[in-house]
T-cell receptor
């Protein structure tokens, strides 16, 4: 099956800093989603981005499908950005395969 | 729209007991998915339905697990003869298959088997 790798596994930032999270995948995809999992376990949709670039406030994402990677940019980080960020891909028009996540901690 | 809901949110059971979880998808979403997440890992796919048809099951879904979506709306996931290794967060998601199959997740049911 498709493999998904995320980096870095852990990231500690001071409030106000910027960061880039990376997702590499091993095969062509129909679907790529970025999620933020909050401390209560809820997965919050950030982007549906099988290709191209999207922006939503302080967050933006870019997927280069031909090179099989996606990037999530977080600018001016806030403590509420803390949590785990997951990239998930779908190559079969059905199930999502998740990476192992990037654990982000934003400190004051 | 209130989003995907799951019930119960937490379940503690003794090994060997049966448990059943419920998922209500976003209305008019024709696809419904079940995933399992253990500590420190990303969610893993278990099974999915398109309307009432169960179209795919993971190898993770042993014969002790069964899922149904009888009228193409809510779904149930039953685990029989629970084992300690079944302790996990069980997540439900739903989507519309077209034009974009973006999945939306519920809050999950956290199962603890003692």
């Amino acid at each position: 099956g498709i493999q998904v790798e995320q980096s870095p596994p852990d990231l500690i930032l001071q409030e106000g800093a910027n960061s880039t999270l990376r997702c590499n995948f091993s095969d062509s995809v129909n679907n790529l989603q970025w999620f933020h999992q909050n401390p209560w376990g809820q997965l919050i949709n950030l982007f549906y981005i099988p290709s191209g670039t999207k922006q939503n406030g302080r967050l933006s994402a870019t997927t280069v499908a031909t090179e099989r990677y996606s990037l999530l940019y977080i600018s001016s980080s806030q403590t509420t950005d803390s949590g785990v960020y997951f990239c998930a891909v779908d190559s079969t028009a059905s199930k999502l395969t998740f990476g192992t996540g990037t654990r982000l901690q934003v400190t004051l | 729209d209130t989003g995907v809901s799951q019930d119960p949110r937490h379940k503690i059971t003794k090994r060997g007991q049966n448990v059943t979880f419920r998922c209500d998808p976003i209305s008019e979403h024709n696809r419904l998915y079940w995933y399992r997440q253990t500590l420190g890992q990303g969610p893993e796919f278990l099974t999915y339905f398109q309307n009432e048809a169960q179209l795919e099951k993971s190898r993770l879904l042993s014969d002790r697990f069964s899922a149904e979506r009888p009228k193409g709306s809510f779904s149930t996931l039953e685990i029989q003869r629970t084992e300690q290794g079944d302790s996990a967060m069980y997540l439900c998601a739903s989507s519309v298959s077209t034009p974009a199959d973006e999945q939306y997740f519920g809050p999950g049911t956290r199962l603890t088997v003692t």
